[in-house]
């Protein structure tokens, strides 16, 4: 789609799809579709911010799924610190702009992310019950927050 000069609007891109690209590629897996799983995982891996974000979990899952091992679990413990760093001291390297509750909350869903990631169904639930009850909604903020740290990071 092209847009008139005038308008001073394009499309974001690049767009952060790891959040959408992961799941699928799972599904495809289940279904026999090596293939096209194998592409969304490449494409999920490739994500880099510069800090970790929600989209940073999902490139450290398709990279573990690519048997990329060592270098997912770099990105889990970098991805780690930031959220027991936000859920601790109510800050951490890059996230500025996100104050209070919001920062906090943060560090909870990325905390109940990495349990899940981990098979620790029970402890994810419970650090996403409590991200919800200081944010309701942060799984969307933290999706919006991933985009703009990508876009930001490859403009």
């Known amino acids: 789609c092209e847009y008139p000069s005038n308008l001073e609007v ?3 891109e690049p767009n952060l799809r790891g959040f959408l690209y992961y799941p699928m590629a799972k599904l495809h897996q289940e279904l026999g579709n090596k293939d096209e799983a194998i592409r969304l995982l490449r494409i999920t891996a490739g994500e880099e911010s510069d800090f970790p974000t929600l989209g940073s979990y ?3 899952l398709a990279l573990r799924d690519l048997g990329e091992t060592q270098r997912a679990n770099v990105i889990m413990a970098k991805l780690r610190e930031v959220a027991r760093a936000l859920v ?3 800050k951490a390297p890059g996230y500025r702009w996100e104050t209070g509750e ?3 909350a943060l560090g909870l869903y990325y905390l ?3 349990e ?3 098979d ?3 402890k994810a639930q419970s650090y996403l019950k409590k991200a ?3 944010v309701p909604g942060v799984e969307r903020q933290a999706v919006m927050l991933a985009q703009r740290v990508y876009a930001r990071a490859h403009q």
């Open 88 to 90: 601790e001291e109510g």
């Open 112 to 114: 109940a992310k990495l």
């Open 10 to 12: 394009a499309p974001r």
């Open 116 to 118: 899940e990631a981990a």
């Open 102 to 104: 919001l920062q906090k």
């Open 58 to 60: 999902y490139q450290a």
């Open 132 to 134: 919800n009850s200081l």
């Open 120 to 122: 620790a169904k029970e």
